[in-house]
């Protein structure tokens, strides 16, 4: 993409967010660069854009937008109140204190009246951090705090979360809400640094659901895995290595 739009010319020197969508909007972004957005307000959302209404987004680059407080910052990339769709994208090098350093599905509080969803498509998402540590905060790469997220035919890799006091640090993760995974590729994602942090072992049985034909890179624990569906290629037992699903999941949500 050629054109950029940017709220500062490095992402060390921006002082608002990108873009920001209406609840009453209905809006496509195509063919552009989003970057150097930068938040460092209490509760800042959205580095790159902060979507309430309807939203699509598609042959964009969101990238090096920043959301961080001492103690809060939510979405790097992109933070989703709203219905929402990435399509042929990447979402890369943003960062986020609290969660979802490439993009979060955000607390609404309204689920039950206006539910929320982002469905994600043919994209990357990489190369993004999240520093914060406690059960409600995580996923350098995608976090759900409430709402649905729906990947599909995509990757996501290394993204990195940068403390060493979260043992919720993992590239998707959900604090609430739903992520459902098909023909996705979770891999090399790291905390510190170090390749550990893909995804949890509630994988496939809470809010992270194998909708089919994922390869998922190294899991925390083999606690949350359906051990006739799941086969460890290493065969090692440990949760470390790489794991391919046996087999098609029952088709849910995508």
Do not use: C, M
């Amino acid at each position: 993409t050629t054109t950029i739009i940017q709220a500062g010319t490095a992402s060390t020197t921006g002082d608002r967010r990108v873009f920001t969508v209406g609840g009453t909007a209905s809006t496509t972004i195509q063919d552009l660069t989003i970057q150097n957005g930068r938040l460092t307000a209490s509760s800042g959302e959205g580095g790159g854009i902060l979507n309430h209404g309807t939203t699509t987004v598609e042959r964009v680059h969101v990238r090096e937008n920043y959301v961080q407080y001492s103690t809060s910052g939510y979405g790097g990339g992109i933070s989703n109140k709203g219905t929402l769709t990435v399509r042929d994208s990447a979402i890369l090098y943003n960062h986020a204190y609290s969660q979802g350093g490439g993009l979060n599905s955000s607390y609404t509080g309204t689920q039950s009246t206006r539910p929320t969803s982002a469905t994600i498509i043919n994209t990357t998402i990489a190369f993004n951090t999240q520093s914060a540590a406690s059960a409600t905060v995580g996923g350098s790469g995608i976090f759900a705090r409430e709402g649905t997220v729906y990947v599909l035919n995509s990757t996501v890799v290394e993204n990195n979360h940068l403390s060493s006091n979260n043992s919720y640090a993992y590239a998707i993760n959900t604090g609430g809400g739903t992520v459902y995974l098909k023909n996705t590729i979770v891999a090399n994602n790291k905390k510190q640094g170090t390749y550990l942090r893909d995804i949890s072992g509630a994988y496939d049985t809470s809010g992270i659901i194998d909708s089919g034909n994922n390869i998922i890179s190294k899991i925390s624990s083999t606690s949350g895995l359906n051990t006739n569906t799941w086969y460890d290629q290493s065969s090692s037992g440990a949760g470390d290595d790489v794991y391919r699903k046996v087999g098609s999941a029952t088709p849910t949500g995508i």
